[in-house]
C-alpha cells in the first residue's frame, strides 16, 4: 500500500517562498503529483516528477527524491490567490493508473 | 473546451436511502475516476474506467456502491442504502492519458 504524509496546515505572508513537503512510505510508484484545491473547487493540477530532481513551472516547482522518499512543492512570490490546499499524489506501481493522495495542506496566505 | 461536470453539487439524505451522484467528463477522455474525501482526510481512490469497463474498483468500500459507465460517456455512482459513514465529498475525474487528471466540483453527500 501506500502512505504519504503532509502538515496539515501552512500560514506565510504576500511574497515569500514556502515549501510543502509530502514524505511516503510504498511500495513502489511512478511519480509524484501536486494538486491544488481553492475551498469549494476542484482539484487541479499543478505538476508531475517522473523522475528525481525539480521541475521548475513559473513560480511553482516540484521536487522528487527517491532515495528519500520525499518530495516538497515549491511556491515563490506568494500572492493572496495561492491560498488553497496542497495535495500531493502518488501514482501505483501495480496500477499506472491509480494515484494515492495525501490528506493535503492547507496554505494561508496573510497580507 | 467544457470541464468535468457532476450532479447535484450537495445531496443531503436519511440513512437508508438511496442516492445517485453523476459524472460527465471530458469529451474524448476514455480514464475516468472516482474518488472520495471524507472531512480533513486524503482523497481516496474509489474506482477506475476506461471507457465503459472498470479497471480497478479496489477501492470502493463496500458493495452499497455501484458504479456504472454505460456507453462509455458519463458515469454514475450509485450507494444503496446510504450510511452515516458515507458523508463526504465525492469527486470525479477524467483523463486522457492518465498523467494528469482533470477533477470535477465534487459532490457533498450528507447522510443523517
Known amino acids: 500500500g501506500q502512505s504519504l504524509e503532509q502538515p496539515s496546515e501552512v500560514t506565510a505572508v504576500e511574497g515569500a517562498i514556502v515549501q510543502i513537503n509530502c514524505t511516503y512510505q510504498?511500495?513502489?510508484?511512478?511519480?509524484l503529483s501536486w494538486y491544488q484545491q481553492h475551498d469549494g473547487g476542484a482539484p487541479t493540477f499543478l505538476s508531475y516528477n517522473a523522475l528525481d530532481g525539480l521541475e521548475e513551472t513559473g513560480r511553482f516547482s516540484s521536487f522528487l527524491s527517491r532515495s528519500d522518499s520525499y518530495g516538497y512543492l515549491l511556491l515563490q512570490e506568494l500572492q493572496m490567490k495561492d491560498s488553497a490546499s496542497y495535495f500531493c499524489a502518488v501514482r501505483d506501481r501495480g496500477n499506472f493508473n491509480k494515484f494515492y493522495f495525501g490528506s493535503g495542506t492547507k496554505l494561508n496566505v496573510k497580507p | 473546451e467544457a470541464g468535468v461536470t457532476q450532479f447535484p453539487s450537495h445531496s443531503v439524505i436519511e440513512k437508508g436511502q438511496t442516492v445517485t451522484l453523476r459524472c460527465d467528463p471530458i469529451s474524448g477522455h476514455d480514464n475516468l475516476y472516482w474518488y472520495r474525501r471524507v472531512m480533513g482526510k486524503e482523497i481516496k481512490f474509489l474506482l477506475h474506467?476506461?471507457?465503459?469497463?472498470?479497471?480497478?474498483e479496489s477501492g470502493m468500500p463496500n458493495n452499497r456502491f455501484l458504479a456504472e459507465r454505460t456507453g462509455g460517456t458519463y458515469s454514475t455512482l450509485k450507494v444503496q442504502p446510504a450510511e452515516l459513514e458515507d458523508s463526504g465529498v465525492y469527486f470525479c475525474?477524467?483523463?486522457?492519458?492518465?498523467?494528469?487528471?482533470?477533477f470535477g466540483p465534487g459532490t457533498r453527500l450528507t447522510v443523517l
Open positions: 475525474a477524467s483523463s486522457r492519458d492518465g498523467y494528469e487528471q482533470f
Open positions: 510504498t511500495s513502489g510508484f511512478y511519480g
Open positions: 474506467f476506461v471507457k465503459e469497463s472498470k479497471q480497478d
